[in-house]
């Protein structure tokens, strides 16, 4: 017995270019489409006649973007949505992923300075749009914003047994690659100014704030975010700990006065939490 299905299209790469005289405008984005619908007999029976191929998925991507442009990823994924619920009866629910590469200007000679770009890595903007025949859910996010800071960060007062090796620390470095999500009021929101204003009240909290934990840090940055972007509903961090070891000088007749550090890998911790309003 079938109990659940879905089908769709993964990693659609699209780049535009905005042609301004002497300036342009660059966007990057990976999209992922995912179909959910009374779509049975295509498993069941090999009865195609209600099913849109994938390929033609892809090709919506491409001829939206020329017809209507790309102002705003979360924009985007909505009008794809709308578009394949418009044409597509059998479908009941479209989920569209969106991730921005983000490329910067240049600064260089006069006459390149709006069309030479350099690759903001690696760094994305995540949107996603999940759409039905009677409800629209829409969020942002972030994803591997990688931040680091070399004072106002400790870890100490942790619950200790047999096998605990950990030594408290009052002053460490602390790294992370953060992915942060969050969910709008709806589909009538500046996105691109809320999404802006979320990433820097994280990193503004994150800079500011005296952590006892990641976990400390982690709740600060959210609800700085919340408190800054009045059209968002919740937000969910996810804080993996890139570990920095001070390296052990002694063999060498040397002293680490917390200046030499190995960065590590694997194994690392990770920390996650959603707010809520």
């Not at 001829?63 to 979360?74: H, I, K, N, T």
Request: hydrophobic fraction near 40%; aromatic fraction near 6%.
């Amino acid at each position: 017995m079938l109990t659940q299905s879905a089908y769709g299209k993964s990693r659609v790469r699209l780049v535009t270019v905005e042609r301004a005289p002497g300036r342009h405008g660059v966007r990057d984005l990976t999209v992922n489409i995912r179909f959910t619908g009374r779509y049975e007999e295509s498993y069941t029976e090999g009865d195609n006649s209600a099913v849109l191929p994938t390929d033609t998925m892809k090709n919506t991507v491409y001829a939206l973007a020329a017809r209507d442009g790309v102002a705003q990823p979360e924009a985007f994924g909505l009008a794809l949505a709308r578009h394949f619920l418009d044409r597509n009866p059998r479908l009941e629910r479209v989920r569209i992923d969106v991730a921005e590469q983000h490329w910067d200007r240049i600064p260089a000679a006069a006459d390149a300075q709006g069309t030479a770009f350099v690759r903001r890595g690696p760094e994305t903007r995540t949107a996603a749009v999940q759409a039905g025949r009677r409800r629209t859910l829409v969020g942002g996010g972030v994803a591997d914003l990688v931040i680091l800071k070399t004072a106002g960060s400790a870890f100490a007062g942790f619950l200790r047994d047999e096998y605990t090796t950990l030594a408290e620390t009052r002053d460490r470095l602390l790294a992370t690659a953060l992915t942060a999500t969050w969910r709008y009021r709806g589909a009538d929101v500046d996105f691109g100014e809320a999404s802006d204003a979320i990433r820097r009240a994280l990193l503004d909290a994150f800079a500011a704030h005296h952590s006892a934990s990641v976990q400390h840090t982690l709740h600060a940055m959210a609800r700085a975010a919340l408190d800054r972007a009045q059209d968002t509903t919740s937000i969910r961090l996810v804080m993996p700990n890139r570990h920095h070891l001070p390296v052990d000088l002694t063999p060498f007749g040397l002293e680490n006065r917390n200046e030499i550090f190995v960065p590590t890998d694997e194994p690392y911790g990770v920390i996650e939490a959603t707010l809520v309003r």
